[in-house]
């Protein structure tokens, strides 16, 4: 039994140094280069080529500025509407709450292919093949960004909020109501301080995330924003060590805004080991209609860009309508027909089965052992997800060409000839084109494994000690019975492990740098892609994109169904 806990112990860690290897290669390639005879060199050169490019300070600054006004705004809205529905019962709450955190799950990529399809023909916007990327001379598309920012942002922050607000038991209000504090008292002076904090994390990774996601501005157009460059950088003939200078300064920034956030936040407070039941006070009919009008107006807004792709899909063109036949069926019919998208829908299978094996394996490691050190294993959750995908997929980038730089680097000193041929061949093995999905694979991994990781440990910290004692007196040994306590054969939530993978999966980055060709492209760059053909191909975008998002939300409702309640009890507050 110790042989095998070992095993999953050592396994586990593996994993973990693994999902470092794309970090430690962002810094390695940012200061490796070739010199001009083509030797292998160390030098500063391009960080201060980077740091003297108005250009460049001009693209952070833009990105900075979008990123912080969705953070700022996440923040200020998604505390409002957790309030809203928290705090307060009223007719309707629970469908719309839903309708709130909903756009949670939708890729921004998707929402702004919807915003072209919704406010004009693909003739009014920039194209986004690589070459052809030109800024819009208006405020159109920064708005645009925005938008969809604050969609996915304002529910994060929205979740958190909720969630420390059901820690807070009735008794704690009602003491300070009968001390003779108002409500505002109550709320500025205990509620608030016990919220910052889990909200300010969230707004934390909302800043991190919007700072260097690519897929608004380029379907958007916006050149001069920071995630375009690195894009642009890493998808040209040499992309480093510009690429790896841009990610990292990315990285710094992003770093910065996420400890002033967090610090602003401040320490959360350890969780209640009671269960406590969320106070929610009937709300007045005319209060109730405030609240419904609210949450009516900003689910309009937030799911607008996906009428877009409805509209898109419906009215597309996708090829002449004939009689008695709705152009919807056509859409349908084309994308199920068309081998382009299934072949997309393969590649997305197979990189979410991969996916989803790594996730039952950590799994099974959690619920089969208890940490003798809990705190050690969330430590690295916390800084990880602090890196956003694109920066995962530009450090898995770099791993064959500082493969290639070792292997000369070895070679031109004279000595260790095996070690030089070895790299050699592992920088061909690594190579996107070549070997397709082994890169892939690993950036995306290691951009979800603090998703799967804390998966699998709820589900091992969910083990009840009666199923367990049970599972015991039946004959079970302790691994088993704290497998069969905490989630079954997988040891963690079936329904959160689906979404994990479906939003790994439909995820923009780092799947558009590790996918260079058409044979390995996945559901999200392929979109993007198809977005920008000429004669109508925004149509044939926005019918996978919403089938994409389709499979997110199924994949929601099966992780929330554990919550849910019948139809007839969503209705009465």
Known sequence: MDSIRGLGRGATTGLWLVALIPAMGLIAAAVLDRGPTGDVRASAFPMALAVWDPFVWDCLWNSVAVASIVAMGSLVVGIGLARIVARWRFWGRTPLAALTFAPLVVPPVFGAIGLRGLLGPPEAWPRVAVGTWISPGDWGGWLGWIWLGLASGVPLVAMATAH????????????????????????????????????????????????????APLVLGLRRTLSFQVVEAALGPDPFPRAAVLTLAGLAVATLGR??????????????????????????????????????????????????????????????PRSGTHPASLGVARLLNDPESRRLAANSLALGAT????????????????????????????????????????????????ASLGADLIGASGGHGAIARALGHLAKALDPDRTPGVLLVLAVVASRLPTLARVAMRGRDASHPAPRDAALRL????????RMASGGALGASAGALWLTVALAVTSLAPALLLSPTLETRTVAPGALML?????????????????????NLIALAAAARGRSRPMGAWFRG
């Open 355 to 402: 996916v989803a094996a790594i996730g039952l394996l950590l799994s099974w490691t959690f619920a089969g052992s208890e940490p003798r050190r809990p705190g050690w294993a969330g430590a690295p959750t916390s800084w990880i997800e602090a890196i956003p995908p694109l920066a995962w997929g530009v450090g898995a980038l770099t791993l064959p060409s500082l």
């Open 164 to 215: 420390a607000l059901a820690q807070i038991g009735p008794a704690c209000e009602d003491s300070a109501r009968l001390a003779g504090a108002s409500r505002r008292q109550v709320w500025r002076r205990l509620i608030r301080p016990l919220v910052r904090p889990g909200a300010a994390r969230a707004a934390a990774g909302v800043f991190a995330w919007t700072l260097l996601e690519p897929g």
């Open 475 to 482: 004959g079970a040994n302790p691994r088993q019975a704290r």
């Open 259 to 320: 400890l002033a956030l967090r610090s602003w936040g401040g320490l959360p407070a350890p969780p209640s080991t009671i269960a406590l039941v969320a106070r929610g006070d009937r709300a007045s009919a005319r209060r109730a209609s405030g609240f419904v009008l609210v949450l009516v107006t900003w689910g309009a807004l937030a799911w607008l860009p996906i009428l877009g792709l409805v509209q898109a899909t419906v009215a597309g063109g996708l090829v002449p």
């Open 531 to 551: 977005a920008d053909e000429p004669g109508g191909g925004i149509a044939p975008a926005a019918a996978l994109a919403l089938a994409a998002t389709a499979v």
